[in-house]
């Protein structure tokens, strides 16, 4: 829908779908679609890779968590927010409480979703389920994934964050999307 009175039809007819490439983390797909004005496109490629959660959360302080994680595609260690994969079978509220207890070693109980996001919806599949938790408390010790590689984590305030995402320390874009958001930039 473009503003109240104008319906344009939108939708991809999916006429094939092959799997080019399955693993336990990333599939391929190559779609055959037939366009809304009947064009085909043999050969459009998606990706799917596991959904996941992000956590932006802060203390009783309302000091932002912030992880600071090995990310190998971007060879580089980067500022985050808490997240991760959503288990099989596991709803994504607890995904986000599992995964802030575990990558952090801190809980609350005060979460509340704020929404969905895609990285790339042109091409990605990927859906990204935000949750906000706030006054959490630090109630045990980090219990990583074998995979995961966190250096460090850290307490910054609000004025912080905004200060370190302006000078362009914060590159992840889910991250980035999340602390806007939860509200948190540009204050």
Same mark, same amino acid.
């Given at each position: 829908?473009? *503003?109240?009175?104008?319906?344009? $039809?939108?939708?991809?007819?999916?006429? $094939? @779908?092959? $799997?080019?490439?399955?693993?336990?983390?990333?599939?391929?797909?190559?779609d055959? %679609? @037939?366009?809304?004005?009947?064009? =085909?496109?043999?050969?459009?490629?998606?990706?799917?890779?596991?959904?996941? %959660?992000?956590?932006?959360?802060?203390?009783? /302080?309302k !000091?932002?968590?912030?992880?600071?994680?090995?990310?190998?595609? &971007?060879?580089?260690?980067?500022?985050?927010?808490? *997240?991760?994969? =959503?288990?099989?079978?596991?709803?994504?509220?607890?995904?986000?409480? !599992?995964?802030? @207890?575990?990558?952090?070693?801190?809980?609350?109980?005060?979460?509340? !979703?704020?929404?969905?996001?895609?990285?790339?919806?042109?091409?990605?599949? !990927?859906?990204i389920? #935000?949750? @906000?938790?706030?006054?959490?408390? $630090?109630?045990?010790?980090? +219990?990583?994934?074998?995979?995961?590689?966190?250096v /460090? #984590?850290?307490?910054?305030?609000?004025?912080?964050? +905004?200060?370190?995402?302006?000078? *362009?320390?914060? /590159? &992840?874009?889910?991250s980035? &999307?999340?602390?806007?958001?939860? *509200?948190?930039? +540009?204050?």
């Open positions: 829908m473009l *503003g109240d009175d104008i319906t344009v $039809k939108s939708e991809w007819e999916l006429i $094939k @779908r092959d $799997k080019i490439l399955d693993t336990p983390y990333l599939k391929v797909y190559n055959e %679609v @037939r366009l809304p004005n009947g064009n =085909i496109i043999s050969d459009f490629s998606l990706t799917k890779k596991a959904d996941v %959660v992000i956590i932006v959360a802060t203390d009783k /302080k !000091r932002v968590i912030v992880v600071e994680e090995y990310k190998h595609g &971007a060879g580089e260690v980067q500022l985050t927010v808490p *997240g991760g994969i =959503i288990d099989e079978g596991e709803t994504d509220i607890d995904a986000a409480k !599992r995964e802030l @207890r575990e990558e952090t070693g801190f809980e609350g109980k005060n979460f509340r !979703r704020l929404g969905v996001i895609y990285e790339d919806p042109s091409k990605e599949m !990927r859906k389920s #935000v949750f @906000r938790a706030e006054e959490v408390e $630090k109630s045990s010790e980090q +219990n990583l994934d074998y995979s995961e590689t966190i /460090k #984590v850290s307490l910054f305030s609000i004025d912080e964050i +905004n200060k370190q995402v302006k000078s *362009g320390l914060w /590159k &992840a874009s889910s980035i &999307a999340s602390l806007s958001l939860a *509200g948190l930039l +540009n204050q």
